[in-house]
Structures are given as structure tokens and as C-alpha cells.
């Protein structure tokens, strides 16, 4: 064909770059919510504090070091099975400030209301929250209510924000890891993303799958009285463990290299991952973390960890390296070696 | 995992690495044709365990990646229209038409929904009467039965607000194509799995026999793919061109004749475009005029417009196994997952995007 004609024809799909609107992707913690960052939200509110992009910022406050953190939540269904809106709102900012070290004291909660929400649903979730805050030994000290017109939200959602204080001598960040350091991982992956979708989808499986929402301090806690050799604590959440150490290869400029076969999954979660098409090690948690830890000191703080109800599975999984930069890779059962991208879009929306 | 674990199992792989090396005395190129085979193969890293005699390339087998660029317009179009629910698998969704995609679509105030099965449109179209579904029906002979089967049903209840939107490709046509080629390099084919369970594989031994090419129906854990490629190279240095059965917990040689008389009743053969390769006669399905009713392209009409892929994609020769991914000079620089420029970059499936999530040139 001719070179004009056919160029009349050519319609690239690169225009696609400039996004003009916002996609459930932007919510998802991949790399669209990466680009908003960077794009919006960094140049708009630039500050040293904000930078760091923990999951905290930490704040130094008469010669203390207050941890500082906000989540909103806008999870559907709003219950389900292993826990509800209200507990994941509190465990959620609670394991925010654990992740940087700090003991959660204060919580502030926000409700966005939804025109005819039933009254009973709302109580529900008070109740989830004064339950959850007793457990994790936090006060919801302040809070707000808006309501908006029917079709404008989707019955309720919730935002908290908490303080917490950091322990004396623990300095923590994502950008800190160094090439030998141990990757630590809590437990098995995929609860909390998989008993939300089997919900969602109504499916039904043989055991329910339960979601692991759950406040982490303490496991943090004990891990922080074995040692402070630790550069960061992340709890894999949105975009599961493969966002959480891209993240951390990226900030700090290292590779990781997981080892597949020590990455514990349920068998159950791995049978719905396999239906429905979709790779654990990018699903959703809400009471597991990831530790960066220095490598003389990896197995005492895994001894410590299987002391705690919520660290009985801990194993380490992973070594940070030189080689791959920025990459996280993996070295499959079969013993060859794959790279773990950073998901781009929204596996799952709506998971928290 | 029962029916998984065994399939993954290391000490089984390597046995059967071992017997691959020990039985290959030359070069041989083999093609799997599946997307989901693709994915597994990278995952895995089966392409390191292999002699380097042994070489794999990768074939068109992923529908997403060779569904037209007009067809995702059409989709897009229809998603806009205030009266339509667009109702999609989810992979559909982030694949880019010419201008935009369905997530834009649904981001700019267009009703598209996710499901995991042509059943649940249906559910959505009875439950809204007032709003015409369009069920966007995509793939291979594998959804074919349960997209046919949507709209055999539709028909039945008489239900007037329910259409699909489709563009079924057929897996043997597009390896005649290749076979048929001059340049074509393959010399053994793993023929899909899940394809062959629905449809049996006796149109592959035409294809055996035609084009002198030993093909063996493979399945899509690694242990069934290396098996797969040891049938395959076992053939080959014996000088055999037969089709054999690797995915037998599976597949029989006449498939699943139920499905195909529901094919056949609501489905016939017509001449399909396919995204990065071109036009390939009596390649794909299209609903019978019996149903017309549920054929979207008849309920809606669309305009036809030529839409070329970038001048730049290398992807007919890397669907006809020509080229590898890495080969291309906008591979994981201009061309990635999150902008494709063309066919085989789109899906996760798609033999760019495996070669871009689990390999890039890093490692």
C-alpha cells in the first residue's frame, strides 16, 4: 500500500499515555497509583516528611518520634467472612503505624454515609470498631460524619487516621535495604484478597476462606525486642507481595530475589487462585508483613516470631541483592529464575 | 493440589529434561500455540531447562492479543451508548481499541460490567429489560460452547435485550497458515489443550498429514508441556509426523461432541480478521442468521473502518514465530503491558507481555 493512504489508516495506541480521567487502577497500589503519586500528589504537597513514602510519615515532635498515617476504606461487601469494614478500618491504620515501628495510641474515624443506609448497619460497624480498638489497645478519640444523597456513595465508608509513638533507637524506611539483607514474611498469602472475592462472587469452596485482618503490633513489637537491625517493616496489602517488594527494591536501589517454594499459600487459596486465574503473590492481605532484616540476625527473629500467634508461619523468603536493581525476581520451584513485575491496573477492586 | 502439584513437580521435570537432552541430536523448532501455554512456559523458565538445540517459539494462541482493533472499537462504542450494558470478561477490559478502552469507557460513565461467565449476562439482561446487554464474546473453540450457549438461551426465552458482541477465532486454520508459509520454521506443534477438549483433535491430524508435522495436544503445567516437548523431539529424531495425546486426563480425540452440536446450531465457520497477523479464510465463528436477534453487529450496525497497527510492531513475525519478543527494537522500552503497541504486548497472555513480566532482558 502507499505511504499516504496507509497513514491515513494509522491509528496508534500510544495517545493512550495521557490519562485524562481517573481509573479504578489509580485505587489499585500498582504502578497507576505509583504515576499519581508522582504525577499529582508529590509536586503538589512536596515535603522531606512526605517523601520518604512510607507507609507512615514520622514526625519528630518535642524529642519524640510520633508515627502519623491515614487510610480510608472503601471495601464491598462491607462484611465479610473474617472481618467487616470497621475492624479492617482500625487494623488497617493500626498496622500502618506498627510498620514503622511505633506503638498505635490514638485513632481518629471518619464515616461517609450514604443517604438510606440502614441504621442497623451502622451499628454493626460501631461496634466492629470499639471491638477492634479495645483489641489492638487504641482509642478512637475524634471523628466526623457526612452524609451524602442516595447514588452518591455506596452505603458507607470509612476513613482513619492514627498517631502512634516510635520506639527509642528503631530508624526504619524502604529505602534502606542493602544487598545480603533477609526478607522476612509473617504467614501464608492471599486470605484476606480471596475470602473477599469468594464473597463477592458468591463462590463457594470446601473450608471458607477467612480474611486475615489483623492488628500486627505486637508481632512487631516482639520482633523489634530480638533486634533494631531491621531497615523496614511493610505489610503487603493492596497489590500483595509482589507490589510491596518492588516498592522496596525500588526505594532503596537493590534487586530481591524470592525463593517460590517457601512463600506459604493455603490450599484453599491456592485452589480459588487457580479457578480464577489469578497469582497469589498479588493478592491483597490485611494481617501479614514483609521484614527487611540484617542477615545475622534473620533467625532469631524468625525463632521470635513463631513464638506469636500471628507469626507461627514465618519464614524467610527472599535475599536482598546487588544484581537487578530495582527488580524483584524469583527462583521458581523448577530452579530457574523469573522476574515478579509490579501489577499495572486493578486485579481487584474495592478489596479494602 | 491434586491435578496440580504432581503436574509442578520438580523431580518430574528434571527426569524429563533429562530425557529431552539425552534424545536430542540436532535443531529442532517447536511452537506451542496456546496463550495460557506461553504464560506457563515463562513462568517456569521451561525455555532454560532445555537443550539449546531444542528452541520454542511462541504462536498466535491468545485471543485477546488477535482480537481486531475495530472490534475492541465497537465495544467501546457500544459501552458509551447510554441504552447498553457492556458486559465483558475481565481481561477484556485494558486492552486498547484504536482510541481508547473499556476501562476508559467505564471511567467516561459507560455501564461495563466484569463477569466470569456468558450465564451472568443473561442474569443482568433479565433483570434489566429496559437496557439492551451486549455480552462481548471473545476466544477460541474453548468459549465458544458457553458463549453459544448464552445466546441459544436468549433465544429460547425470547429475550429481546440480549446480544453478543463476538470475534471467535479457530486454532487450526491459523496453523495451516502458518505450515503454509514459506518462511515458516516450525517443525512441531503443542496443540492447545483446552481447545482440543471441546473440539477433539481430528481436524490435527489433517494438519499431520498435510504438512508432514508431528503435533502432540499438550496441557498447560510444566510438567505437561515438557512432556509435551519430549513426545514432540522423540517424534522428530525418529522421523514420525503423528498427532499423540499428552493432555489424556483431558482430551479424547473426538472432544466434547455436545458442545460442538451447540456450536454448530448457534455458530458457523466465516473469514476472520486476526489482530497482527491479517485476514485468514474460514478462521473464525459468527452467529447463525437463525439468531440474528442476538448478534450485536446485527442489532447495532457498525460502520467499517480500517484500523492498522503501529508501523513499528514487529508482531506477525513474532505470532508466526519468526522473531522472539526480545528481538523487537520497542520491546520493554516504547511497547509495554500498560502501552501496547500491538497485538502480542495486549494480554497477559500474549507472548510480549509473558516474555515482559517474567523476563524482560534483565536477568
Known amino acids: ?352 | 493440589m491434586k491435578y496440580i502439584d504432581e503436574y509442578r513437580d520438580p523431580g518430574i521435570a528434571k527426569a524429563l529434561v533429562a530425557e529431552i537432552r539425552q534424545r536430542t541430536t540436532r535443531h529442532w523448532v517447536l511452537m506451542e500455540i496456546c496463550g495460557g501455554q506461553t504464560h506457563t512456559l515463562m513462568r517456569y523458565g521451561i525455555d532454560e531447562l532445555l537443550p539449546q538445540a531444542v528452541e520454542i517459539v511462541h504462536g498466535p494462541g491468545c485471543p485477546v492479543c488477535v482480537t481486531p482493533l475495530e472490534t475492541i472499537d465497537h465495544a467501546i462504542e457500544l459501552a458509551l451508548r447510554p441504552d447498553v450494558t457492556l458486559v465483558s470478561y475481565g481481561d477484556m477490559l485494558r486492552v486498547p481499541g484504536s482510541q481508547s478502552d473499556l476501562f476508559r469507557a467505564r471511567a467516561a460513565g459507560g455501564d461495563v460490567r466484569i463477569v466470569y461467565s456468558p450465564m451472568e449476562a443473561l442474569k443482568i439482561a433479565r433483570q434489566n429489560p429496559q437496557r439492551q446487554v451486549v455480552f462481548f464474546g471473545i476466544g477460541f473453540e474453548t468459549t465458544a460452547p458457553p458463549n453459544a450457549m448464552a445466546v441459544w438461551q436468549a433465544h429460547r426465552e425470547g429475550l429481546r435485550n440480549f446480544s453478543m458482541l463476538t470475534s471467535h477465532v479457530l486454532v487450526p486454520p491459523a496453523i495451516r497458515l502458518l505450515l503454509a508459509s514459506d518462511r515458516n520454521r516450525v517443525q512441531g506443534f503443542i496443540a492447545p489443550g483446552h481447545v482440543c477438549t471441546v473440539m477433539g483433535y481430528r481436524q490435527y491430524e489433517e494438519l499431520a498429514r498435510d504438512f508432514r508435522v508431528p503435533i502432540v495436544v499438550g496441557g498447560f503445567e510444566p510438567v505437561d508441556l515438557l512432556e509435551a516437548i519430549n513426545m514432540l523431539v522423540a517424534q522428530l529424531e525418529a522421523g514420525r509426523t503423528e498427532v499423540e495425546n499428552q493432555y489424556a486426563r483431558s482430551v479424547s480425540r473426538e472432544g466434547n461432541v455436545p458442545a460442538q452440536r451447540l456450536m454448530e446450531t448457534v455458530l458457523e465457520v466465516c473469514d476472520r480478521k486476526w489482530r497482527g497477523i491479517g485476514t485468514i479464510p474460514r478462521s473464525g465463528y459468527r452467529i447463525r442468521q437463525e439468531f440474528a436477534a442476538h448478534d450485536a453487529e446485527q442489532v447495532f450496525g457498525f460502520p467499517q473502518h480500517g484500523v492498522e497497527e503501529p508501523a513499528e510492531c514487529i508482531s506477525a513475525e513474532v505470532l508466526q514465530g519468526l522473531k522472539k519478543p526480545p528481538d523487537c527494537a520497542v520491546f520493554a522500552t516504547r511497547c509495554t503491558p500498560e502501552n501496547p503497541m500491538g497485538a502480542p504486548m495486549v494480554s497477559a497472555e500474549g507472548a510480549c507481555a509473558a516474555y515482559y513480566h517474567y523476563r524482560r532482558n534483565a536477568l
Do not use: W
Not at chain 1, 140 to 147: A, E, I, Q
Open chain 1, 1 to 352: 500500500m502507499a505511504g499516504p493512504a496507509k497513514l491515513d489508516q494509522l491509528h496508534c495506541p500510544l495517545p493512550l499515555r495521557a490519562r485524562d480521567t481517573i481509573m479504578l487502577g489509580h485505587g489499585s497500589g500498582g504502578t497507576l497509583s505509583a504515576e499519581l503519586l508522582r504525577d499529582v500528589f508529590l509536586p503538589a504537597f512536596d515535603n522531606p516528611t512526605l517523601a520518604r513514602l512510607d507507609d507512615q510519615a514520622i514526625l519528630n515532635v518535642n524529642g519524640s518520634r510520633l508515627a502519623f498515617t491515614t487510610d480510608s476504606f472503601v471495601v464491598k461487601p462491607l462484611f465479610f467472612p473474617g472481618g467487616d469494614i470497621g475492624s479492617l478500618a482500625v487494623y488497617g491504620t493500626v498496622n500502618d503505624l506498627a510498620m514503622g515501628g511505633a506503638q498505635p495510641l490514638y485513632l481518629s474515624i471518619a464515616f461517609i454515609l450514604e443517604e438510606g443506609l440502614k441504621m442497623e448497619v451502622l451499628q454493626r460497624v460501631a461496634r466492629s470498631v470499639r471491638a477492634a480498638a479495645a483489641a489492638a489497645g487504641v482509642q478512637v478519640v475524634t471523628g466526623d460524619t457526612k452524609v451524602v444523597e442516595k447514588g452518591s456513595g455506596d452505603e458507607l465508608f470509612v476513613n482513619t487516621s492514627g498517631i502512634g509513638l516510635v520506639r527509642e533507637g528503631v530508624r526504619l524506611s524502604a529505602d534502606q535495604a542493602r544487598p545480603g539483607d533477609r526478607v522476612l514474611l509473617s504467614g501464608s498469602i492471599g486470605d484476606h484478597g480471596i475470602a473477599i472475592l469468594a464473597q463477592r462472587e458468591g463462590l463457594e469452596f470446601e473450608s471458607a476462606i477467612e480474611s486475615d485482618s489483623a492488628p500486627l503490633h505486637t508481632l512487631v513489637a516482639a520482633m523489634l525486642d530480638v533486634t533494631h537491625d531491621f531497615r523496614c517493616f511493610r505489610d503487603p496489602t493492596r497489590g500483595g507481595v509482589s507490589s510491596t517488594c518492588n516498592e522496596i527494591a525500588a526505594q532503596s536501589k537493590v534487586g530481591i530475589l524470592l525463593e517460590e517454594e517457601t512463600i506459604p499459600v493455603r490450599e484453599e487459596v491456592k485452589g480459588a487462585c487457580e479457578m480464577l486465574g489469578l497469582d497469589p503473590l498479588y493478592v491483597a492481605n490485611e494481617g501479614k508483613l514483609i521484614a527487611i532484616v540484617d542477615p545475622r540476625r534473620a533467625d532469631e527473629v524468625i525463632e521470635a516470631m513463631h513464638r506469636h500467634p500471628l507469626g507461627s508461619e514465618a519464614r524467610i523468603i527472599g535475599t536482598v541483592t546487588e544484581s537487578h536493581p530495582g527488580l524483584v525476581a524469583m527462583r521458581t520451584t523448577l530452579g530457574t529464575t523469573r522476574i515478579v513485575d509490579m501489577l499495572a491496573g486493578d486485579q481487584l477492586p474495592r478489596i479494602c
